[in-house]
Every structure is written in C-alpha cells, then in structure tokens.
C-alpha cells in the first residue's frame, strides 16, 4: 500500500475584509451608509460593497458590489480592491476577467492587504492574468504567510516542498505546514502528517503522523483518511486494527480516492 504523497495548491476562495457586520446591519444602517457612499466617502462606498457581497441588510447583489467596490477602490481602499479583485478572479458580479483580478489584486497587495498578497500570488502560480512564476508566487505567498493567512502559509510549504519558485527545503516545508495546520486546514494537516510518515524536514515520528492525519481525516480529507487507514493496518503509530483500517480506507472511497479503493479490494 503506498501512501499518496501528491497534492494540489489550494484554491481559495477569498475571505473578504469585513469592516461591518451582520449583527451591526440593518436597513438603517444601509441608508446611513448609502447616503456616506453617494457623498464620496471611501470607506462606506466600501462598506456599501461589502453589504451588496454579504446580503447585509439588504438583498444580496454582486453587481452592486462591484459598482460600489469599484468607486472605493480608485480612492485606493485596499479592501476594496481586494474584494473587486475577488469579484473579477471568480465572476461574481461582473464577468470571469483574469487581467483585471490581478490589476486590483497587486494594488492592494503592495498597500499591504494580506488576502489580497495570497490571491496574487495564486494568479502568478497558475499563469491566470499574467505570466506563469513560481518565483513570484513565493514572493508574495510568504508576504501573505507572515500575516497569518492560512492557505498562503499551506502553499508556500507546498512550494518548498516541491522546489518550486525556490531551493527545496523540507524542514521549511515543515515549519509553514505546521503553521497552516495548527490553524485547522487539513490539506496542511495531512501535509505535515506525511512529513512525519516520510521523515521529510523532521525525524520520522508514526505516531506523529497518525496524530495530524486523523486531524485531517475528520475534516473530511480523503488522502488522509486513506492514510490513517493505512496506518491502522499496518500497526504504524497505533495498534494494528483491520476494521478501523477499513473504515477510514471505504471513507475515502467514498470520495473517489483510488488508492483507497485497491486497499479495500486487497486487504481484508
């Protein structure tokens, strides 16, 4: 049985700033803030965005988001360019436009906003709007990394896993993994598992590797829970179970996991 040691940069769908809330949103608010915005004040014409995005108090509409996410963005709000960046990298509210999502994206990544760094750097690693550069992916992924974003910090461990965009490192693969998975992201979760599983970046550990694996094997992770199953099988950092081993084997079967499927075939 072979562990699967393959994974794939995370898409992230971009969690927007919020300046408001929904428990601070009523129809009143929307007015006070509606009659701010067609003032010309950045911040609520943002926040008048962020309502539209939301359906905070009023009825969800994208294109109204983009409409008032474009006007506090040229006034240089950088949630707002983030979020218009979002918009146009995911199609909501205006048409799927690569170009302008790293336009938008880069200007409120160099004002510093952290989502906005992670979705650029995203755009570089996939060749969407621009050119394809690893190097710069890691560039802006670590700026986004440094501010706590998760995905970021999963995907620059990836890229030092891989050797892309820099020197391969596996103890830093390690170390953005752990980040990323002690803040509950599985991918990161069974990354940082198959670390201990392989002795990639930090001594071998079994029992460490079933640890963050059932981690990520309850959220739903398939190639961990094809892990973990492995690992209940064999009796590696846990006591040999065959049905518990196939329990976690049909879970990820479950969601089309090949390698799940030979085990249950094989193994009994």
Same mark, same amino acid.
């Given at each position: 049985?072979?562990?699967? *040691?393959?994974?794939?940069?995370?898409?992230?769908?971009?969690?927007?700033?919020?300046?408001?809330?929904?428990?601070?949103?009523?129809?009143?608010?929307?007015?006070?803030?509606?009659?701010? /915005?067609?003032?010309?004040?950045?911040?609520? @014409?943002? =926040?008048?965005?962020?309502?539209?995005? =939301? &359906?905070?108090?009023?009825?969800?509409?994208?294109?109204?988001?983009?409409?008032?996410?474009?006007?506090? /963005?040229? @006034? +240089?709000? #950088?949630?707002?360019?983030?979020?218009?960046? +979002?918009?146009?990298?995911?199609?909501?509210?205006? @048409?799927?436009?690569?170009?302008?999502?790293?336009?938008?994206?880069?200007?409120?990544?160099?004002?510093?906003?952290?989502?906005?760094?992670? &979705?650029?750097?995203?755009?570089?690693?996939?060749?969407?709007?621009?050119?394809?550069?690893?190097?710069?992916?890691?560039?802006?992924?670590?700026?986004?990394?440094?501010? =706590?974003?998760?995905? /970021?910090?999963?995907?620059?461990?990836?890229?030092?896993?891989? +050797?892309?965009?820099?020197?391969?490192?596996?103890?830093?693969?390690?170390?953005?993994?752990?980040?990323?998975?002690?803040?509950?992201? *599985?991918? /990161?979760?069974?990354?940082? &598992?198959?670390?201990?599983?392989?002795?990639?970046?930090?001594?071998?550990?079994?029992?460490? *590797?079933?640890?963050?694996?059932?981690?990520?094997?309850?959220?739903?992770?398939?190639?961990?829970?094809?892990?973990? +199953?492995?690992?209940?099988?064999?009796?590696?950092?846990?006591?040999?179970?065959?049905?518990?081993?196939?329990?976690?084997?049909?879970? *990820? #079967?479950?969601?089309?996991?090949?390698?799940?499927?030979? =085990?249950?075939?094989?193994?009994?």
């Amino acid at each position: 049985m072979k562990y699967l *040691a393959r994974f794939f940069l995370a898409l992230l769908l971009l969690a927007l700033p919020i300046g408001i809330s929904a428990q601070q949103v009523n129809s009143q608010t929307v007015a006070k803030i509606r009659e701010a /915005a067609e003032r010309g004040d950045a911040r609520d @014409q943002h =926040n008048l965005g962020l309502c539209y995005y =939301n &359906g905070y108090g009023v009825q969800q509409d994208f294109s109204q988001a983009v409409y008032w996410w474009q006007k506090a /963005a040229k @006034q +240089g709000v #950088a949630q707002a360019q983030c979020g218009l960046g +979002g918009c146009y990298y995911n199609g909501k509210g205006v @048409q799927t436009d690569y170009a302008q999502a790293v336009y938008w994206y880069k200007k409120a990544a160099e004002q510093g906003n952290a989502e906005a760094q992670n &979705g650029l750097a995203y755009c570089y690693a996939r060749g969407q709007g621009v050119k394809q550069d690893y190097s710069q992916a890691v560039d802006w992924w670590r700026k986004a990394a440094e501010q =706590n974003v998760v995905n /970021a910090q999963y995907n620059l461990g990836l890229c030092y896993a891989n +050797g892309q965009g820099i020197k391969q490192d596996q103890s830093q693969a390690v170390y953005w993994y752990r980040k990323a998975a002690e803040q509950g992201l *599985a991918h /990161a979760q069974c990354g940082l &598992g198959l670390s201990y599983y392989n002795g990639q970046g930090i001594q071998q550990d079994f029992s460490q *590797a079933v640890y963050w694996f059932r981690k990520a094997a309850e959220q739903g992770n398939a190639i961990a829970q094809n892990n973990l +199953g492995t690992s209940y099988y064999n009796g590696w950092g846990v006591e040999k179970d065959v049905s518990t081993a196939r329990y976690w084997w049909q879970k *990820a #079967a479950d969601q089309g996991n090949e390698i799940a499927k030979q =085990n249950l075939e094989t193994y009994h």
